[in-house]
C-alpha cells in the first residue's frame, strides 16, 4: 500500500474510534454542578461560631465584599460564599454575619472574633436555617455587624477598590434537571396518561439526545441500572426531603452508582431513549415517602418541573 493511502486509512481509523467511543467525561453542568460526576467534594460550610463573651468593635467599613456564585442551590456543589474585608479603627473587631432574606428575616449568623482590619475573610453559607432546616427559595444578602450591637457595615469612602460591593445572591432548593432546549410535550406524556396495563407515572420533557442531565435534587443514589421499559436510569433519594426522583431513558448507564452522594446540579447522564421510548426524552418521576417502590406513590410532578424551568 501506498505511503500516503496508509496514512489516510489510520487517521480514519483514528477519527472513528474517537467517535464511537463518545467523550470520557460529562459535561459541566450550567447550574451550579462539578467538573465530573467523580469529582472532589464541595468544600464545607463555615463553622457558626461563637460570640464573644465581650465583643468589642471599632467603627466599621467594608474595603471589600464579593459573594460567589450569585445563583446556588441546596445541597449544590457551589454554596454562596462572602470574601471581605473590613476596615476600623480598632485592631481587633468581634463581627457577626447575617444571612438574611428580603423580608427581613435573619436565616443564620456566624460569628467571628477578633478580626483585624484589611484582613481577608469568608464565610460560606450551606443554605440551612439556624434549626438544620434548608432555607426556602428567595433573594438573600449577607450582612456584616459589630457583635456589640450597631449598624452594618458600609463601604469604606477611602476604599482604594473600584469594584461595587456584592453581597446578595439567590438560593433556590432544587433545579431543573435537563440543561438545554426542551419541551413537556403533549398529553400522552403526562402523568396519569393512559399506558397498556397501567398509567403514566411520570411527566416526559421532550429534549435531544445527548442533552445533559442533572440531579434535581442531591442525595444518595438509590439505584442505578437497566430495565426493560426505563431503560437507563438512576433514583435519587434527595437530601431534606421527602421526595425520591427518578430519571429514565439516559442514553447511556449513568456514572454514578448506587450508594454514592450526589449533589443538586450536579450531573447524572444525558438524554436518550433507551429502553421502550420512540423519542429522545427524560421520563421523569417524584415519589413521595416512604419512598421509591418503598411504599410511596408517584405524584404529578409537571407543577414542580415547571417552577424549577422558570429559575434554573
Not at 472574633?113 to 469568608?122: G, V
Not at 449598624?151 to 460591593?165: D, F, I, V, Y
Not at 430495565?227 to 436510569?233: L, P, R, T, V
Not at 426531603?241 to 443538586?264: I, N
Request: proline share 10%; aromatic share 8%.
Amino acid at each position: 500500500m501506498a505511503r500516503s493511502a496508509w496514512l489516510v486509512v489510520l487517521v480514519v481509523t483514528i477519527a472513528l474510534t474517537a467517535i464511537l467511543s463518545g467523550p470520557a467525561t460529562i459535561a459541566p453542568a450550567a447550574t451550579g454542578g462539578a467538573p465530573t460526576p467523580s469529582g472532589s467534594p464541595p468544600p464545607p460550610p463555615s463553622r457558626s461560631g461563637s460570640p464573644d463573651p465581650a465583643p468589642a468593635a471599632g467603627t466599621l467599613s467594608l474595603i471589600s465584599a464579593k459573594t460567589s456564585p450569585r445563583k446556588s442551590f441546596y445541597y449544590g456543589v457551589h454554596n454562596p460564599r462572602v470574601r471581605y474585608e473590613i476596615g476600623s479603627d480598632q485592631p481587633a473587631n468581634d463581627l457577626r454575619i447575617d444571612v438574611v432574606a428580603d423580608s427581613g428575616e435573619v436565616m443564620r449568623s456566624f460569628f467571628r472574633n477578633d478580626i483585624a482590619p484589611e484582613a481577608p475573610d469568608s464565610v460560606r453559607w450551606d443554605g440551612t436555617t439556624s434549626e438544620g432546616r434548608p432555607a426556602p427559595n428567595g433573594h438573600y444578602s449577607f450582612r456584616i455587624v459589630p457583635q456589640s450591637g450597631g449598624e452594618a457595615a458600609r463601604r469604606a469612602s477611602s476604599s482604594a477598590s473600584s469594584e461595587p460591593l456584592s453581597l446578595s445572591f439567590d438560593l433556590y432548593r432544587f433545579a431543573f434537571p435537563i440543561l438545554g432546549a426542551h419541551e413537556f410535550g403533549g398529553a400522552g406524556g403526562r402523568f396519569g396518561a393512559g399506558r397498556a396495563g397501567h398509567t403514566h407515572e411520570g411527566q416526559d420533557v421532550m429534549a435531544d439526545c445527548g442533552t445533559p442531565l442533572v440531579a434535581a435534587r442531591g442525595g444518595r443514589v438509590q439505584y442505578s441500572g437497566y430495565q426493560g421499559a426505563a431503560g437507563n436510569y438512576i433514583v435519587i433519594d434527595g437530601k431534606g426531603t421527602s421526595f425520591d426522583t427518578a430519571y429514565m431513558h439516559l442514553l447511556e448507564p449513568s456514572p454514578l452508582q448506587e450508594g454514592m452522594t450526589v449533589r443538586t446540579g450536579e450531573p447524572i447522564g444525558v438524554v436518550g431513549q433507551t429502553g421502550d421510548a420512540t423519542a429522545c426524552h427524560l421520563h421523569f418521576e417524584i415519589w413521595t415517602a416512604p419512598g421509591w417502590y418503598e411504599g410511596g406513590s408517584p405524584i404529578d410532578p409537571l407543577p414542580y418541573l415547571m417552577k424549577w424551568d422558570a429559575y434554573s
